[in-house]
C-alpha cells in the first residue's frame, strides 16, 4: 500500500475519478421508466418486466444501488485523500440520474479534460465491461458534439486484482465461522453471481476465441475462496458456483443452476447450512436484496435450509483501496510508465480492452477506453 507521502501516489494526467454504474429507479413512478429503459429492444417478455417492477415495489420503488454508490463515491473521496489526492469523485449511471453524459458535461465546464473510470462491475463479458465502454463512447460523441471533448480512461475489470478476492474470501471465512454448522459434510458455500446468456459467456473474454472468461474468473475465485478459507479454519469446505436473476425468454439458454434449484438439490442431498456469497455483486443491490435476501431465503427457509448471506465488498477498505490502487496503476499506464500489475488468482486484464473482446452480439456499437 502507497503511503500518504509516496511519491508514487501521482495521479496526473487524471483531473477526476468517475464512478460508472447500472442506475436504479429512487421512487415508485421511476421504476418503469428505468425498466423501460433498460429493456429497450433487447426482448425482455413483459410478464418479466412486470415481475421485476414488483420486486422494486417490494422495496418502495426504490433501488438500493444508487445509496451504495454515494457510499462507494465518499469511501473513494476518503481514500484519495488519505493518500493526498484531492481529486474529485464523480458519479454516472447508464439506466437513471445522474446519466454519465450530464456528469461528464458538469465535469467539462468544471475544467475536467480527462478521467479515469471505475465501474461497479469486476468481471468479463459483454454486460458488465463492454457495454459500458459503449456508454462512455456514446457520452464522448454527444459531448464533442456539443464542442466539449474529453479523454476518458478505465481501469482494468478487477475480478483478478488481488484485493476484490481477499476482501471476499475474508468475507466468506468469517461467515463459515459464524454459521454455526461444524461439521463440513452438512455444510455448502454457494457462490453466486448475475446469470447472462450462454452465447454472452462464451464470448467473454480477450478476443482471441479463448471465450467464457466471465463463467471462469468466478470460477477462479470460488475455487480459491473455498481452499484458502478451508486452509484458515482448518476445514474441508465444499460448494458451487451458482447464479441468480435470470431474464431473457425461456428458450434462450442462460448460465445456470439458479440458486433456487441449488438449495432444492442440497437439500434433497441432507444438507443443513448454505453459506450465500455474493461475488458477482460488490455491493448489495436489488439482485441481492430481493433475488437472495427474499426469493433464495424463502426457498431456503420452506426447506429448511439454514442459509447465511456473505456480505458484498460494498465499501470494505481493502476493496475501496484496490481500486485506488489501480487508479494510480492507470494513471502511471497513461503518464507511459510500466508497473507490474498485481493480479490473484488469474491474469491483470489489459487495461485497454482488447480489439473484439467481449462483443455487442445484437448490434456493433462504438466502444471507447479499447483497442477497437
Ligand atoms: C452481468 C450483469 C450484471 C453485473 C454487472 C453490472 O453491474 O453491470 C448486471 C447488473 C445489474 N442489473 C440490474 C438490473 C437489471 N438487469 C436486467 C437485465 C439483464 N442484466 C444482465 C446482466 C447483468 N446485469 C443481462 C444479460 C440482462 C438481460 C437484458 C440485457 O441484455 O441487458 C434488467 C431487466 C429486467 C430483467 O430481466 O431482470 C434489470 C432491471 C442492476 C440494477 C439493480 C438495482 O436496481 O439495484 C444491476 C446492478
Ligand atoms: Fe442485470
Not at 421504476?31 to 422495496?59: S, W
Not at 484485493?163 to 471465512?173: E, M, W, Y
Not at 456473505?310 to 484496490?322: H, L, S, Y
Request: aromatic letters at 6%.
Amino acid at each position: 500500500m502507497t503511503s500518504p507521502s509516496s511519491p508514487t501516489f501521482d495521479l496526473a494526467p487524471y483531473d477526476a475519478v468517475l464512478v460508472l454504474s447500472f442506475g436504479g429507479p429512487e421512487a415508485p413512478d421511476e421504476v418503469m421508466p428505468f425498466l423501460r429503459r433498460v429493456t429497450g429492444g433487447r426482448g425482455i417478455p413483459d410478464e418479466r418486466l412486470a415481475e421485476v417492477a414488483h420486486h422494486y415495489e417490494l422495496f418502495g420503488g426504490k433501488s438500493p444501488i444508487n445509496d451504495q454508490c454515494r457510499r462507494l463515491c465518499t469511501a473513494l473521496a476518503q481514500e484519495l485523500q488519505r493518500l493526498g489526492s484531492q481529486l474529485p469523485v464523480l458519479w454516472g449511471n447508464r439506466n437513471g440520474p445522474p446519466f454519465l453524459v450530464d456528469t461528464l458535461r458538469d465535469a467539462y465546464e468544471a475544467g475536467a479534460r480527462r478521467l479515469v473510470v471505475i465501474t461497479t462491475s469486476a468481471y468479463s463479458s459483454y454486460s458488465s465491461c463492454r457495454q459500458y465502454r459503449e456508454d462512455i463512447a456514446g457520452a464522448l460523441t454527444t459531448l464533442r458534439e456539443e464542442g466539449r471533448p474529453l479523454v476518458v480512461d478505465k481501469i482494468r475489470q478487477y475480478a483478478t486484482h488481488p484485493s476484490f478476492a481477499r476482501a471476499n474470501l475474508r468475507l466468506v471465512t468469517e461467515a463459515v465461522r459464524g454459521c454455526g454448522q461444524p461439521d463440513d459434510s452438512l455444510l455448502r458455500v454457494a457462490f453466486v453471481t448475475h446469470s447472462i446468456p450462454e452465447g454472452m459467456d462464451d464470448t467473454s473474454g480477450p478476443g482471441d476465441g479463448e471465450g467464457s472468461l466471465y463463467a471462469h474468473q468466478h470460477d477462479e475465485i470460488a475455487h480459491v475462496i473455498l481452499d484458502e478459507a478451508g486452509i484458515t479454519l482448518d476445514r474441508d469446505l465444499s460448494g458451487a458456483l451458482v447464479f441468480c436473476s435470470r431474464s431473457g425468454s425461456p428458450s434462450q439458454p442462460w448460465l445456470g443452476p439458479d440458486i433456487n434449484d441449488y438449495l432444492r438439490e442440497q437439500a434433497a442431498q441432507g444438507i443443513t447450512d448454505v453459506v450465500v456469497a455474493p461475488i458477482g455483486f460488490v455491493s448489495d443491490h436489488m439482485e441481492v436484496k430481493f433475488d437472495l435476501d427474499t426469493e433464495a431465503a424463502e426457498t431456503a427457509e420452506g426447506l429448511g435450509l439454514r442459509m447465511t448471506r456473505v456480505p458484498t465488498v460494498g465499501v470494505d477498505p481493502e476493496f475501496v483501496g484496490g481500486l485506488v490502487d489501480l487508479v494510480g496503476e492507470r494513471a502511471a499506464q497513461a503518464r507511459g510508465e510500466t508497473r507490474a500489475m498485481q493480479a490473484w488468482p488469474g491474469e491483470a486484464m489489459p487495461p485497454v480492452c482488447r480489439a473484439g473482446c467481449c462483443p455487442n452480439l445484437r448490434q456493433a456499437r462504438p466502444a471507447a477506453c479499447g483497442s477497437d
